[in-house]
C-alpha cells in the first residue's frame, strides 16, 4: 500500500498538528510519514501542551481495558483547538493485539464522543475515527 493512499482516509488538512498517543516500535513509520507530509509537520507527542486539531491512538489488546482506552480518547481530546477527530489505530482483524470495533465504540460513547467510520490505513493496521457528537 503506498503513504498516500494510506493515510488518505485519515483526512488531516495542510498545516494542521496531530498528536500522537502510544507511539512504540510496531507502528506503522510510512502512514506517520504520510501523516507529517500531508500535514506540513511532524507528528507531536502525548506529552505536547499546546494547542491540536487532531489525534491518532495506536491502541493495542495488551495497552489496557475499555477504561484505559475511554481515559485515553479524553486525554486525545483534551488539547483540540475546536472541533477535531481522533484515529484510534488497531492492528488488524487476526493479528496480534487486535482490538474489536465494539470495544473502540464502547470506550468512545462513554468519553462522549462517537466513531463514526473504520478503513483499512496500513497493510497490518485499521484505523476507527472517532469525533466529538453532534449537538442538536
Known sequence: MSQKSAVKPLDFK?????QEFLW????????REAVAE?????????DYADLVDGAIIWWREDDGEVDDLTDCL???????AGP??????TPK????????????????????????????VAPDWAG?????????
Do not use: C, K
Request: charge should be negative.
Open 38 to 46: 500531508q500535514t506540513g509537520n511532524e507528528l507531536v507527542d502525548e
Open 14 to 18: 495542510d498545516g494542521q498538528i496531530v
Open 84 to 89: 477535531g477527530v481522533v484515529w484510534v489505530i
Open 74 to 80: 479524553v486525554d486525545a481530546t483534551q488539547n483540540f
Open 24 to 31: 512504540d516500535q510496531d507502528v506503522d513509520e510510512a502512514l
Open 128 to 136: 476507527i475515527r472517532v469525533q466529538t457528537r453532534d449537538r442538536a
Open 93 to 120: 482483524s487476526a493479528l496480534p493485539g487486535h482490538v474489536s470495533p465494539f470495544t473502540i465504540e464502547s470506550a468512545a460513547q462513554v468519553a462522549g464522543l462517537h466513531a463514526t467510520s473504520s478503513v483499512v
